[in-house]
């Protein structure tokens, strides 16, 4: 009922490729990297570790790459009829920090065995419900000029190029050519959050992805991806996704899956 597969794309930066046509329902979460999506007139928009796309069955678009970085997805493809039930009408977006992890723990639980096929398609459903409930392309879109969110595009490909850069309003601003309030401003009406914040989830979303592939030099990470210090990557990622880096890598890990699938499935034992 629904393919889930891991993409890696190794492609140099790059203007829009030619136009292609979806043959099936693709809900993609880039984990690294980003990539920017063209449909029709419309003005591109940015794929990164803290968004979703949906490319409909039928659905013509191009794709181009805004750095040499590449990107590496996991990808949810499904029948038509079977994606207008579990996402709606969602375009894809921005999305919870839920949804990636959530993402990993799925992707962990398939690579390590530790999930039945009728799990796995469960999940993956509830994962794609989620989605569409909370996904969304631009806050009050219709009140948002295209001249504010290509600006706000732009700004989202600046920080996917250099996520632990120690970024500046003034330095980002100038980047697209406008003052440092007007981009504020501008960012907030077409995001929905704070230009920091949007970075902040985008740094966390990255972690995740280190994480989750066994990273352990946890001080290392923090300092890669523009924290100030190892406690203060803790203390982020543990407010946002209400554990530690070190607890949801052992989550992660043959042990901490084999721990949750016994705790998961053992009997009920009457209270003494």
Same mark, same amino acid.
């Given at each position: 009922m629904i393919r889930l597969v891991d993409v890696a794309c190794r492609a140099h930066a790059s203007a829009p490729t030619e136009d292609e046509r979806?043959?099936?329902?693709e809900v993609i979460l880039p984990l690294r990297g980003c990539f920017e999506v063209h449909r029709g007139g419309r003005s591109s928009t940015v794929?990164?570790?803290?968004?979703?796309?949906?490319?409909?069955?039928?659905q013509e678009y191009r794709v181009g790459h805004p750095t040499a970085l590449g990107?590496?997805?996991?990808? &949810?493809?499904?029948?038509?009829?079977?994606?207008?039930?579990?996402?709606?009408?969602?375009?894809?977006?921005?999305?919870?920090?839920e949804v990636r992890l959530?993402?990993?723990?799925?992707? $962990? $639980?398939?690579?390590?065995?530790?999930?039945?096929?009728?799990?796995?398609?469960?999940?993956?459903?509830?994962l794609l419900r989620t989605i569409g409930r909370d996904s969304f392309r631009d806050v009050a879109a219709d009140r948002v000029s295209a001249?504010?969110?290509?600006?706000?595009?732009?700004?989202?490909?600046?920080l996917a190029s250099r996520p632990g850069a120690r970024w500046?309003?003034?330095?980002?601003?100038?980047?697209?050519?406008?003052s440092p309030a007007h981009l504020a401003r501008r960012f907030r009406a077409a995001t929905g959050e704070s230009i920091s914040r949007y970075l902040l989830r985008l740094r966390l979303?990255?972690?995740?992805?280190?994480?989750?592939?066994?990273?352990?030099? &946890?001080a290392g990470l923090a300092d890669e991806l523009g924290f100030a210090t190892?406690?203060?990557?803790?203390?982020?990622?543990?407010?946002?996704?209400?554990?530690?880096?070190?607890?949801?890598?052992?989550?992660?890990?043959?042990?901490?899956?084999?721990?949750?699938?016994?705790?998961?499935?053992?009997?009920?034992?009457?209270?003494?």
């Amino acid at each position: 009922m629904i393919r889930l597969v891991d993409v890696a794309c190794r492609a140099h930066a790059s203007a829009p490729t030619e136009d292609e046509r979806a043959t099936i329902t693709e809900v993609i979460l880039p984990l690294r990297g980003c990539f920017e999506v063209h449909r029709g007139g419309r003005s591109s928009t940015v794929a990164d570790a803290a968004s979703v796309v949906v490319f409909r069955a039928g659905q013509e678009y191009r794709v181009g790459h805004p750095t040499a970085l590449g990107d590496d997805c996991f990808v &949810l493809a499904l029948p038509p009829d079977v994606a207008e039930d579990a996402i709606g009408a969602a375009e894809g977006g921005l999305v919870a920090p839920e949804v990636r992890l959530r993402v990993h723990r799925l992707r $962990a $639980a398939l690579r390590r065995g530790a999930m039945d096929p009728l799990e796995a398609e469960e999940a993956a459903l509830e994962l794609l419900r989620t989605i569409g409930r909370d996904s969304f392309r631009d806050v009050a879109a219709d009140r948002v000029s295209a001249a504010a969110r290509a600006d706000a595009e732009r700004v989202r490909a600046l920080l996917a190029s250099r996520p632990g850069a120690r970024w500046r309003l003034d330095a980002i601003a100038r980047d697209v050519y406008l003052s440092p309030a007007h981009l504020a401003r501008r960012f907030r009406a077409a995001t929905g959050e704070s230009i920091s914040r949007y970075l902040l989830r985008l740094r966390l979303g990255l972690a995740l992805d280190r994480l989750a592939a066994g990273d352990r030099d &946890l001080a290392g990470l923090a300092d890669e991806l523009g924290f100030a210090t190892h406690s203060h990557f803790t203390a982020r990622f543990r407010s946002t996704f209400g554990v530690t880096p070190s607890a949801f890598r052992h989550e992660l890990s043959a042990r901490g899956l084999e721990e949750l699938r016994t705790f998961v499935t053992a009997p009920h034992r009457a209270a003494s």
